[in-house]
C-alpha cells in the first residue's frame, strides 16, 4: 500500500512558469515532510522540508504548503527553469522514526 | 555540508560475482544509513536499515543471506550483493542521517549491471 500518494506523474511546464506537484498521506503519525529533486543517474538531494506546524515553508523559488486536515502538502516552484527538470520525490516519516516513505515521483520537464 | 559518497559508481560484472557497494558520510557521523533500490522512472524501494555496531533490519522480501549490510564505523556502511544474478541489475542508493527526526542525505547511488 504506497502511504504517500503523489500527482502528477509527469509534468511539462514554461520557462518561467510555476510547477505544483500535489501529495497526499492517510498515516496521522507522520510529522515530517521532506522534497527531493533527483537528477538522472544521481541520488536524490533534499530540496526543502516541512514540520505540521507551519502550512508553507519558502526557500528561494521553492514553496511547501503544508494542509493538515486535508493531509495534504504540495510543492510549488515558481519562475521554472529548464536546470529544474528533474523528478521530485515527496516523502514523509513519523514521529521518532527515521525510515522515510517516498511517494512515485513526478518527471518535470521545463521547456524554453 | 551533510555528504554522503557512494563506491563504485558503477559496476558490470559477471552472474556470480559477489559484489560490495560502500556509502560513507563525508562530514558528519551517521548513526542510521539506509540503502535503497530503485528501478528505471521508478520510486526508491527501502531494503535496509543499518544502525553502527548492529544488524541491520531488513524490509520484507529483502534476502538478508542475499543483501549483506556491514555498519562497521559511524561514517561507513557497505551493502554487499552475493553471488549477484541478472534480476540483482538495478540502481542502489544509500542515505546517512545523524539521528531521529533529521534529514537523509543520499549517495550519488551505484548502477550494477549483472551479464
Known amino acids: 500500500q504506497q502511504q504517500v500518494k503523489q500527482s502528477p506523474q509527469s509534468l511539462i511546464v514554461q520557462k518561467g512558469g510555476i510547477s505544483i506537484i500535489n501529495c497526499a498521506y492517510e498515516n496521522t503519525a507522520f510529522d515530517y515532510f521532506p522534497w527531493y529533486q533527483q537528477f538522472p543517474g544521481k541520488g536524490p538531494a533534499l530540496l526543502i522540508a516541512i514540520r505540521p506546524d507551519v502550512s508553507e515553508k519558502k526557500e528561494g523559488r521553492f514553496t511547501i504548503s503544508f494542509n493538515k486536515s486535508a493531509k495534504q502538502f504540495s510543492l510549488h516552484i515558481m519562475d521554472s527553469q529548464p536546470g529544474d527538470s528533474a523528478t521530485y520525490f515527496c516523502?514523509?516519516?513519523?514521529?521518532?522514526?527515521?525510515?522515510?516513505?517516498f511517494g512515485t515521483g513526478t518527471r518535470l520537464t521545463v521547456i524554453p | 555540508g551533510a555528504v554522503v559518497s557512494q563506491h563504485p559508481s558503477r559496476v558490470i560484472c559477471k552472474s556470480g560475482t559477489s559484489v560490495k557497494i560502500e556509502c560513507r558520510s563525508l562530514d558528519f557521523q551517521a548513526t542510521t544509513m539506509f540503502w535503497y533500490r530503485q528501478f528505471p522512472k521508478q520510486s526508491l524501494m527501502l531494503m535496509a536499515t543499518s544502525n553502527e555496531g548492529s544488524k541491520a533490519t531488513y524490509e520484507q522480501g529483502v534476502e538478508k543471506d542475499k543483501f549483506l549490510i556491514n555498519h562497521a564505523s559511524l561514517t561507513l556502511s557497505t551493502l554487499t550483493v552475493t553471488s549477484a544474478h541478472p534480476e540483482d541489475s538495478s540502481f542502489y542508493i544509500c542515505?546517512?542521517?545523524?539521528?531521529?527526526?533529521?534529514?537523509?542525505?543520499f549517495g550519488d547511488g551505484t548502477r550494477l549491471s549483472i551479464l
Open positions: 516523502a514523509a516519516s513519523g514521529i521518532g522514526a527515521n525510515n522515510l516513505f
Open positions: 542515505s546517512a542521517t545523524t539521528g531521529w527526526g533529521q534529514p537523509q542525505h
